[in-house]
């Protein structure tokens, strides 16, 4: 029996992404992030960079956005393309102060990037806020790949996060934090309507 995580694990996992108003990088992972979303804007799939968060935690691999921004710049990104969404803290608080951001500057689409380990649970944390606020943004799952499970980068292995992401999508589901896989499958249909 296949199970409502699988079900909206595939949904989410294989996205028909169209062009964005803006990546949305998502703090944290050290320096493994930032080249999706280089590589996001340098293809025209999107027209500005969001780097979202401020926390800073290097052993938890969460480097300050004015240690990214170099590297985001010599990837060929010009400054005026980047922001930085500082207020948030942790993933739900950046859905809040980006669907904010969306509303004020009349974006409809955003490209979320994170981590594939994280992808997963921040999808549905932006949905939520997505679903919440009634924005009618279109939220494009576009998660960093080709990432080693098994490789201790200083802030543990990526499979060892996974099992924690689970844990975190059981407490947060039940708080009402996540999008529930019912929404999950009306909003994705709603979004290959639009293609």
């Given at each position: 029996?296949?199970?409502e995580r699988e079900t909206i694990m595939a949904l989410v ?62 990837g060929g990104v010009p400054e005026k393309d980047i922001i ?112």
């Open positions: 029996m296949i199970t996992d294989n996205d028909c992404f169209t062009k964005s108003d803006a990546a949305i990088l998502l703090e944290g992972d050290g320096f493994f992030r930032f080249q999706k979303a280089v590589e996001l804007y340098n293809i025209g799939m999107v027209s500005k960079i969001v780097f979202s968060g401020n926390v800073v935690d290097k052993d938890y691999g969460s480097y300050p956005f004015s240690e990214v921004k170099p590297y985001i710049v010599n930085h969404e500082d207020k948030s803290m942790q993933t739900r608080q950046q859905a809040v102060e980006i669907v904010k951001m969306a509303k004020e500057k009349g974006w409809k689409k955003l490209a979320l990037v994170a981590s594939h380990d994280h992808q997963y649970r921040a999808y549905l944390t932006f949905l939520r806020e997505v679903l919440d606020t009634h924005s009618g943004l279109i939220l494009y799952n576009t998660p960093v790949r080709n990432l080693n499970w098994f490789v201790d980068h200083g802030w543990g292995m990526r499979f060892d996060r996974l099992l924690g992401e689970f844990e975190r999508i059981e407490k947060y589901s039940a708080l009402g934090h996540l999008a529930t896989a019912q929404e999950v499958i009306e909003y994705q249909k709603w979004k290959e309507s639009l293609l």
